[in-house]
């Protein structure tokens, strides 16, 4: 499949009308943009990783109807809105498998990704997808003002200084045209405690290379002192499903796969895993930005 360097038209009139909104500098030739999800949950009734490799390209909610984060995705939803609203209605009209698909720049150069509030793993795409991508910060939910183009982006230096939760600060990118698998990404990077699995195996499936980060692991006992992150009841709910004492990414998975809980209900322990078992917390150092909750305790996209 040749590479998808252009943008429909109405991607196009969304990448004028953000980069005439747009200031500063080109962005450093080595950010990436990276593409979070969970590999191991399905789409229907087909794991992900399946549906992804006989497609070949990576779909946005609009086609999927599935997420990691608020499911909006559909005509007059909050999704639909925030699209409309920052590319000036270029999509209003649009078909679903024209719209953009969503994604957060890596300025940080974090190994686990740029935004893993949306899952363990993720694709790193190429350095030309950039010439069709737009960026925002904050999160597009949040009816953010700043925006940035690859060529004009003074979003970093915002995002840097801006005090929102680790979760919560990512610069939010959005790829307008298709994403390619064998030709848009330059890697599927998995969490580890998907070695050896059944996620390994489909995604060697894929046209693109695997690789692998250092992974996110929270012991219960560091869950038990975090009740005021997300709340008590998913602190009880992250001890109930851990494995030898530990939440991993798998871990989470088989629990959404069991049919046992409700799925946002699991969505807010892989957040309590996701903050506290990221490896540079792990580590001593803390994770990116100061870990403070958003204004008025919960994010749009949790309301």
């Not at 939760?165 to 610069?171: C, K, P, R, T, V």
Request: glycine share 12%; aromatic share 8%; charged share 20%.
């Amino acid at each position: 499949m040749a590479a998808h360097n252009h943008a429909s038209p109405p991607g196009r009139k969304a990448l004028r009308h953000v980069a005439l909104l747009s200031t500063g500098g080109p962005l450093p030739p080595d950010v990436r943009v990276t593409m979070h999800f969970h590999p191991d949950r399905t789409a229907g009734d087909r794991p992900i990783l399946d549906s992804m490799a006989a497609d070949g390209v990576y779909r946005s909610q609009f086609v999927t109807g599935t997420g990691n984060g608020g499911l909006t995705a559909h005509p007059g939803g909050d999704r639909w809105r925030w699209e409309s609203r920052i590319f000036a209605g270029a999509y209003d009209h649009a078909p679903a498998r024209e719209r953009p698909v969503y994604g957060a720049l890596n300025h940080r150069h974090d190994p686990v990704g740029a935004a893993p509030r949306f899952g363990s793993s993720y694709f790193r795409l190429t350095a030309e997808a950039l010439a069709r991508t737009t960026f925002c910060y904050p999160d597009s939910s949040t009816e953010p003002v700043d925006f940035g183009v690859a060529a004009h982006c003074s979003l970093i230096e915002l995002a840097r200084s801006g005090g929102l939760d680790a979760l919560d600060g990512h610069i939010e990118a959005q790829i307008h045209g298709p994403v390619a698998l064998d030709a848009d990404v330059e890697a599927l990077v998995l969490d580890p405690s998907y070695r050896g699995t059944a996620v390994e195996a489909a995604a060697h499936r894929l046209p693109c290379p695997v690789e692998w980060h250092p992974g996110f692991r929270l012991g219960v006992d560091e869950l038990r002192r975090r009740p005021g992150y997300r709340g008590q009841r998913y602190v009880d709910l992250g001890a109930e499903i851990a494995v030898g004492g530990s939440l991993t990414p798998e871990v989470v998975g088989d629990a959404a796969r069991s049919g046992r809980y409700a799925l946002q209900d699991l969505k807010k322990v892989w957040h309590c895993l996701a903050r506290f078992g990221h490896p540079s917390y792990r580590a001593g150092a803390g994770v990116p930005e100061c870990g403070r909750p958003p204004a008025g305790g919960v994010c749009p996209k949790e309301r």
